[in-house]
């Protein structure tokens, strides 16, 4: 069976958000509906009909990303879901060549998602591009090691998270190309953040902030929410939820952490999502004590490998044939000579005995810098014909810091 599909217009808007409503088992608050219509391109939007009615969804967000040594248009694959009356007779994968094909049509040559479960788009050419930590920190295990940086001349501000509203922004774009993985954000991305309504709050109470700053401006702000509690015992333990740390400088960074770590009538400290090489790692003397959680979090897909591959930085020099496979987008499925060094990278089709049949999926994954290729090697997941081929490549595509998007889209 068949299911056409197009785009939705406005009008059609509700049937879509019931298909995500229903896939999902979610009720969002009218408040996030309305946050979450304001966020899509109606002409990037993808549904797959039944009749009159919609059984499949999905759309796109144009998103400037950034990737190692730079920023990137990437299409930010979002809203996928298929009804459970209809999962399972092909939906999404109709839906997924559809818009791999559109997203290769409009020009952008990488796509990323966040999946709901690490093991739908592997099938689609989307590899796992980078991982998150989570953290919950013992306060009283909580000292830095010596030597953690300081700086005299800054100061905490305590403030409402809505008035510093343009602050907030500011320093972020500030530092949004400091990692591969972040993303521009775009004012509905902010109102998200800071909408604290009682079903984000979870128990935890307002959004809080405090700031870094100088006498130059703002250096780093922390979001977050305080569970309050008094044990049996009338001992406070209180804990601290962080939702967002930046910072433009360690010092700063430092500041921001330690007042949170060490804030009066709280025991513990959680953090849901924090970078695979968060600096707190090096600044604790007890890193054992963050009792880390690993999660993947960013997948990525090279619509387009040769464009894909000259887009962004190198760390090493290298010069290669990859055979890349991949049956999704079968312009991809050739040899390519990727030959880079610090100063860019060209990729051109080629006839030659390659060193290395690599899945598209894999590329994605390397993409954003993880380092995996050598784990997929280790694996078996990737054949070498040329000794030492894929360390080379490897070396070349890991980058530092490593990526991170933050912020699910
Ligand atoms: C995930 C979802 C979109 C899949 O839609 P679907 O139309 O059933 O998928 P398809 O029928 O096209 O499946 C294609 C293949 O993927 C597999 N697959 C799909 N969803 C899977 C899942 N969640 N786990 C494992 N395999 C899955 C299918 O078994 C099928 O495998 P095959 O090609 O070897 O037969 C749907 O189950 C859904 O809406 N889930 C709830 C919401 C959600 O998690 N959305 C994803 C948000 S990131």
Same mark, same amino acid.
């Given at each position: 069976m068949t299911y056409p599909i197009r785009p939705i217009d406005e009008s059609e808007w509700p049937a879509f958000g019931r298909v995500l409503e229903e896939a999902f088992g979610w009720t969002p608050h009218p408040q996030q509906s309305e946050r979450w219509k304001t966020e899509t391109e109606f002409d990037r939007t993808l549904a797959a009909f039944d009749g009159d009615d919609i059984a499949g969804v999905t759309s796109v967000l144009s998103l400037t990303m950034t990737v190692p040594g730079g920023q990137l248009p990437v299409a930010g694959v979002t809203s996928v879901s298929v009804l459970p009356s209809h999962r399972r007779r092909g939906v999404l994968s109709a839906l997924m060549r559809r818009q791999l094909n559109d997203v290769h049509e409009r020009g952008e040559c990488v796509a990323a998602l966040y999946a709901s479960e690490s093991l739908i788009y592997g099938r689609y050419g989307y590899g796992r591009a980078a991982g998150e930590l989570s953290f919950k920190i013992d306060k009283h295990a909580s000292a830095f090691v010596p030597g953690a940086p300081a700086d005299p001349a800054l100061r905490l501000k305590v403030v409402k998270p809505a008035d510093v509203r343009a602050e907030l922004e500011k320093l972020f774009a500030s530092i949004?190309?400091? *990692?591969?993985?972040r993303y521009e954000r775009k004012p509905h991305n902010w109102t998200g953040i800071l909408a604290d309504e009682e079903y984000d709050q979870h128990g935890a109470g307002p959004l809080r902030a405090i700031l870094a700053e100088d006498d130059g401006g703002v250096r780093g702000y922390a979001l977050f929410r305080i569970k309050s509690n008094w044990d049996a015992h009338g001992l406070a333990d209180n804990q601290v939820r962080l939702n967002e740390l930046e910072a433009t400088d360690p010092a700063a960074y430092a500041l921001l952490w330690r007042s949170l770590l060490d804030r009066d009538l709280a025991t513990t400290v959680t953090a849901g999502s924090r970078p695979v090489d968060d600096p707190l790692i090096a600044l604790?003397?007890?890193?054992?004590?963050? *009792?880390a959680g690993w999660q993947d979090e960013l997948y990525v897909r090279l619509v387009e490998v040769d464009r894909a591959l000259t887009s962004r930085a190198y760390s090493a020099p290298v010069d290669v044939v990859i055979e890349v496979e991949d049956d999704v987008c079968p312009w991809n499925a050739r040899r390519w000579r990727l030959t880079a060094d610090l100063s860019g990278a060209e990729c051109k089709p080629v006839e030659e005995e390659p060193d290395m049949t690599v899945p598209v999926s894999a590329l994605g994954s390397a993409y954003m810098g993880d380092g995996t290729l050598m784990e997929r090697l280790q694996a078996g997941l990737i054949g070498e014909h040329t000794a030492g081929a894929v360390r080379a490549l490897a070396t070349a595509m890991s980058w530092s810091p490593k990526p991170w998007g933050g912020l699910v889209f």
């Open positions: 949004v190309t400091h *990692r591969p993985g604790l003397a007890d890193p054992r004590r963050l *009792r």
